[in-house]
Nanobody
Framework: QVQLVESGGGLVQAGGSLRLSCGASGSIFNLRAMGWYRQAPGKQRELVATITSGGSTNYADSVKGRFTVSRDSAKNTVYLQMNGLKPEDTAVYYC????????????WGQGTQVTVSS
């Protein structure tokens, strides 16, 4: 079992910045990757950014150049630095942890609201 706790969401004006944090606990030795997804009202959950245990990153095209995913292995924490926020970034952001194994398993945090005003 893996527990994920997010923090850092809030309300910000367009062009502003926020940093999300996600602390992991439990069976974290078996994590293949961690990252962030988001879900806006009436839309499907979508990938924002991920970082693997080897440090490789992947970003949605819509956030490339504006968002940065990073991790602090000593603290078992993954971060999402969001700069140049746009109203279309408004969503509930979910931390995700993907395990190794067949099949792999996804763990999810409770979500944190990010609202960008125009």
């Amino acid at each position: 079992q893996v527990q994920l706790v997010e923090s850092g969401g809030g309300l910000v004006q367009a062009g502003g910045s926020l940093r999300l944090s996600c602390g992991a606990s439990g069976s974290i030795f078996n994590l293949r990757a961690m990252g962030w997804y988001r879900q806006a009202p009436g839309k499907q959950r979508e990938l924002v950014a991920t970082i693997t245990s080897g440090g490789s990153t992947n970003y949605a095209d819509s956030v490339k150049g504006r968002f940065t995913v990073s991790r602090d292995s000593a603290k078992n924490t993954v971060y999402l630095q969001m700069n140049g926020l746009k109203p279309e970034d408004t969503a509930v952001y979910y931390c995700n942890a993907l395990t190794w194994g067949l099949p792999p398993f996804n763990y999810w945090g409770q979500g944190t609201q990010v609202t960008v005003s125009s």
